[in-house]
Every structure is written in structure tokens, then in C-alpha cells.
């Protein structure tokens, strides 16, 4: 099997929906999952799966984020993943972390990428008055949320969406995407999924 190791800041839904999606035949299995944060809820949903977890807090590192990688690598490396997963993974990772796995490191992003990168994109799409928001799996690059697109799912606004409402129509969606988009990869097809 191929190992994936997943990051998280919170919650780690999406997270539960990658390790529950690699059972059977499945070409991957998780070896780790990660956090910046000791007492993210994801850190709990993992070690009761039976995954082991590790957690560096990324605040006594004051922003220094070559510092703070450093000790993010070393359960990193030691897990020897063939993918890393970014799941909710809420922390900025810089150029010489991301290219240590060049092409077999994935995030998800709660927009249509290319647009709105970075934060409060469901507000941000609403304000725009756009028809349609979403979610992207994308490779991860130096750069921010850019990096090829593995699939995409489409979202309807509807009248009246705040950005609560919308975020939890798209977190329904990232669940069903990001499993399909990583089962695809560890098999080794790019090809983008795209939902509905
Ligand atoms: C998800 O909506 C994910 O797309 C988003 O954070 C949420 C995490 O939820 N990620 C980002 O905004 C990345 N910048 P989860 O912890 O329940 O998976």
C-alpha cells in the first residue's frame, strides 16, 4: 500500500473522510496524522481510528516558520509517507517544505480555484454575487493555493446563503471529492475529478 500521512489544524472531517475511504482495495492506507495544534479535534477522531498522530505547536516558534517545519518534518520523514495530504491544514508551509514532496502532496481548497485564494472564500464568493462555489483538490506548490487542479465540485448559491450555509454545503462536498481525487492519485492517474 501506498502510506499517506494527512494534516490537520481542526476538526478533521475531511480527514475522517480520507481514512475511511482507504479500506478494501484501495491502493493507500494512512500511516499518520499531523497537527499544529495538540488539542485539534482531528488529532482525537484519528488515534480512535487507530492511526498514529503527532501534533507540533507551531506558537512558540514566534512565525519562525524555518524553525517550526523543521520539527514538523521530523514525524513527517519518520512516517515515510508516499503522499501528504493537507486536510484543514491551517498554517502557510514555505517553498523548501513543500518541495520535499514535489508532486505527492495534495490540499483541498473550499473554493474554485483559481478564484479565491486564501481565507473566507464563502463570504467572498457570496459578496461577489457568483452563481456557483465550491471546492478543489490541487497539488500543492510554493505558491498559495495554486499548484495543478485534481478535481473540483460545483456548489450552487442559493438566495438568501449566508457563509455558514454554504460552507457546510461545500464541507458535504469536499468529503465526497477529496476521497475521490485521492484514490485516483495513489493510482496514479491526474486526471481531474469533477463533481457533481
Ligand atoms: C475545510 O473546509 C477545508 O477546505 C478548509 O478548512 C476546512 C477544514 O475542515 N481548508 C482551508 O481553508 C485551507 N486554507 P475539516 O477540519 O473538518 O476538514
Not at 502532496?105 to 457568483?130: C, F, Q, V, W
Not at 499548484?147 to 460545483?154: T, V
Request: net charge neutral.
Amino acid at each position: 500500500h501506498k502510506r499517506v500521512a494527512i494534516l490537520v489544524s481542526g476538526g478533521g472531517s475531511n480527514m475522517v473522510s480520507l481514512v475511511d475511504s482507504m479500506t478494501g482495495d484501495h491502493p493507500a492506507r494512512p500511516c499518520l496524522v499531523l497537527s499544529n495544534d495538540a488539542l485539534a479535534g482531528g488529532l482525537k477522531k484519528a488515534a480512535g481510528r487507530g492511526i498514529p498522530t503527532a501534533a507540533v505547536d507551531h506558537r512558540p516558534f514566534k512565525g519562525d516558520r524555518a524553525a517550526f517545519e523543521a520539527e514538523l518534518l521530523k514525524p513527517l520523514q519518520d512516517a515515510k509517507p508516499d503522499i501528504v495530504c493537507l486536510a484543514g491544514f491551517m498554517r502557510v508551509l514555505t517553498g523548501d517544505f513543500v518541495s520535499r514532496f514535489q508532486g505527492r502532496m495534495l490540499n483541498i481548497h473550499p473554493s474554485l480555484l483559481p478564484k479565491y485564494k486564501g481565507l473566507h472564500t464563502h463570504a467572498r464568493a457570496i459578496e461577489a454575487g457568483d452563481a456557483d462555489h465550491g471546492c478543489t483538490v490541487h497539488e500543492v506548490t510554493a505558491a498559495l493555493d495554486d499548484g495543478p487542479i485534481l478535481g473540483q465540485a460545483r456548489v450552487h448559491i442559493e438566495a438568501g446563503d449566508t457563509p455558514e450555509d454554504l460552507a457546510a454545503r461545500v464541507l458535504l462536498w469536499e468529503h465526497k471529492l477529496y476521497p475521490a481525487v485521492l484514490r485516483r492519485f495513489a493510482e496514479g492517474n491526474k486526471t481531474p475529478v469533477l463533481l457533481p
